[in-house]
Structure formats: C-alpha cells, structure tokens
C-alpha cells in the first residue's frame, strides 16, 4: 500500500491522514481476541486507571503473535517507507483501553516532546499509526487532533503526574486555546480497523469514556533506524532498543492466523 499525492500533502500540511475500514473485521476480531488475552496478563508492561481496569498495554509484539504480525504488517509500514525512504524499527507499541464507564482522560500533548525528553531520539523522524479495534464515536473518548500544530515544532510543556495514570508532558490551556484557533480540532471516528496516521509532533489527548462503549485502539510509534534513540532513560518496554529493521509480513498475514486458530479451536 502507498500514499497517494493528496494523503501525502494531508500528513506533511495538517499532521494527519484517516483512512476507515482499513483492516477486514476478520482482521480486526483476531487482534481483539489477542488483546482480551493480553489484557488478562499479569505484567510490568500492564498499566492500570487507578480503579485497576486496565489502561495501556506495553511492547504487545512481544506477548501475542496477532501484534507482532501487525506491528510487520506492510499496510502500516509501507507508507512510511515510502515517506523517509529508509529502513524502520518500532520505537513503541501499545494498546490503549480506554475501559468503558472509566477510561481516563489523556491529557493534551505532543509525543516527539516526550520521545526527546525522556529518550534522546534526535529528531522528530517519528509516526504513530493507530488501529480501531473498537468502533470509535464522537462520545466514547475518540482521540483529538490538533491540526497543523505539528509545524510549531517541539512546544514548551510541563511534566503531568497527577491529572492522568501516566506521566506525560503536557502542553498548557493557552498553548491549546492558540493552537485550535489557528487549525482547528479534529477528532475522528469510524469502525474497527480503521486506521490513523498522525506526526510526532502534532498536539492530541482525549477525554475520559464515561459511557457503556469501550475503545481500544492499537498504538504503533515507527521510526527511522538512523533516528535510533541515543539517551533512553525508560524502561524498555516504553522506548524499545532493538533497532532491527521491521521485516514484513505477508498482506493476508492475520488472516493467516485467524485461519490458523480457527483450526485448533
Ligand atoms: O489513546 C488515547 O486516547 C491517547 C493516547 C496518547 O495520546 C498516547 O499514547 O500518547
């Protein structure tokens, strides 16, 4: 899969592209599956809101199968390569829970800031792509994009340890009332597998899900290999250090699996 012209100017001008109904539903019910599973594991790479439902899984690649083949998946990495024409390794990959009734809030950030802050990575080198896996509504706690907000750069912020259950650096109300009055706000929707690709540096949060709806989305953060981060100072599964090239996976790898686990069920 390559980008065509017009997502190519969308992701360079306004930070972000979305693309609906990307992945199949089979596609999607093998990662949800692998998700449940991984959700029940008991590991440092779980976090939990502060009532213990669970918030964000860590380096999924490494606890089930389904996320090391999406996290290789050429429908993700693809258009990447073609953007920075260069090898890619994963700099991090999560699933976010967003629990109905008590997914908590993301506060309003920028991640580049916190990948130089916290991980030495040199330059803002660095996409996230996300995946639905759960249908996501205007009301169940969709993510918030700032557009253009990724053109200011790395913004002045402030380090976030009590509002959410993680530490983030934090853009300021003023810097975000600035920021949507210049591009906007906005916070797209759709059903699982669809995908988002948004830059390092563009602003986002989200708010909390209060309603019976939850909205697991996956988190893939690629970057270039010779962007590699020089000063990590987390715990591997939160910045990861092998910066092996990601090898591809066939396109029909997770159905691949999904025919593969139908058969010893
Ligand atoms: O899942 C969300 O709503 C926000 C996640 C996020 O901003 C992050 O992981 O940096």
């Known amino acids: 899969m390559k980008l065509t012209e017009?997502?190519?100017a969308q992701l360079r001008d306004e930070g972000w592209i979305f693309v609906p109904d990307y992945f199949s539903q089979e596609e999607v019910d093998v990662l949800k599956r692998a998700s449940d599973e991984v959700f029940r594991m008991k590991r440092d790479e779980i976090y939990l809101e502060k009532d213990g439902t669970p918030r964000t899984a860590f380096a999924v690649h490494?606890?089930?199968e389904a996320f090391d083949i999406l996290g290789r998946h050429p429908r993700l990495i693809e258009p990447l390569k073609q953007l920075w024409g260069e090898d890619l390794y994963l700099h991090q990959y999560k699933v976010n829970a967003k629990a109905k009734f008590t997914g908590d809030v993301w506060q309003w950030h920028q991640d580049y800031g916190n990948w130089l802050e916290k991980d030495g990575m040199p330059e803002p080198r660095a996409m996230n792509i996300s995946v639905f896996l759960d249908e996501v509504f205007p009301f169940n706690g969709p993510l918030m994009l700032i557009p253009r907000s990724h053109r200011h750069g790395v913004l002045e912020s402030t380090k976030d340890t009590q509002t959410t259950s993680f530490p983030l650096y934090t853009q300021s109300?003023?810097?975000?009332?600035?920021l949507c009055a210049e591009g906007g706000l906005v916070a797209p929707t759709g059903r699982p597998g669809s995908m988002l690709m948004f830059d390092g540096n563009l602003v986002h949060g989200s708010s909390g899900n209060i309603t019976p709806f939850p909205r697991k989305i996956v988190y893939l953060t690629v970057n270039a290999c010779s962007n590699w981060?020089?000063?990590p100072t987390r715990e591997e599964w939160l910045a990861h250090q092998d910066f092996t090239p990601i090898e591809m996976v066939?396109?029909?790898a997770l159905l691949e699996l999904a025919r593969r686990e139908a058969a010893v069920a």
């Open 62 to 64: 490494r606890l089930h």
């Open 6 to 8: 017009a997502q190519l």
């Open 229 to 231: 981060i020089r000063k």
């Open 173 to 178: 109300e003023e810097t975000v009332e600035r």
């Open 250 to 252: 066939a396109d029909d």
